[in-house]
């Protein structure tokens, strides 16, 4: 079904929305009952337009007072987040940097246990009171290699801890 556009429609739904508590002209309500078009425009106009209505006033605005305030607040913990950054980034490599010791610590005594355990079962029987210059031990610049990467994980976390802090 289709319908061409009555003339009448702009005035129809100017008169619904714009003066909605007045009552239409006598000339459109006449025009009303005898258009279908424009009385379904009515209809539809006037209940978008109490809807519209109710809306508003149902709706509530928030006071100035408690609008600053959560700004207040949001502003306070956006810079509380901020400042926890550089803890939280310095916390990560300070734990990064223990599991580092860890696993060098655990390398060494994986590399001893394995070289102890090469030695011939009879040797280490015979000499069952062992002194610690019989002890297979890793020669000079391994051990100092270790020990320096492990100074170097150790101090990594406080040097960084200390940069940060002083931002
Ligand atoms: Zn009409």
Known sequence: MSR?????????LAATLEAADVPLSRELTEHLATCEG???LHVIASTLHDDHAATMAEARLPSAGQ???RAELRARQEAAAAAARPITVVTGVALACVV???????????WWLRDSLATPAAQLVTN??????????PDGARVLLWLIAGVLL?????????????E
């Not at 069952?128 to 031990?137: D, G, I, K, L, Q």
Request: one cysteine or more.
């Open 154 to 166: 150790l101090a990594t976390p406080f040097v960084l801890y200390v940069a940060f802090r002083e």
């Open 4 to 12: 061409g556009t009555c003339p009448h429609e702009d005035a129809v």
């Open 38 to 40: 424009c009385r379904d």
């Open 67 to 69: 609008v600053w305030w």
């Open 128 to 137: 069952s009171v062992t002194t610690a210059a019989e002890w297979p031990v």
């Open 100 to 110: 580092g010791l860890f696993a060098s610590v655990a390398g060494v005594l994986v």
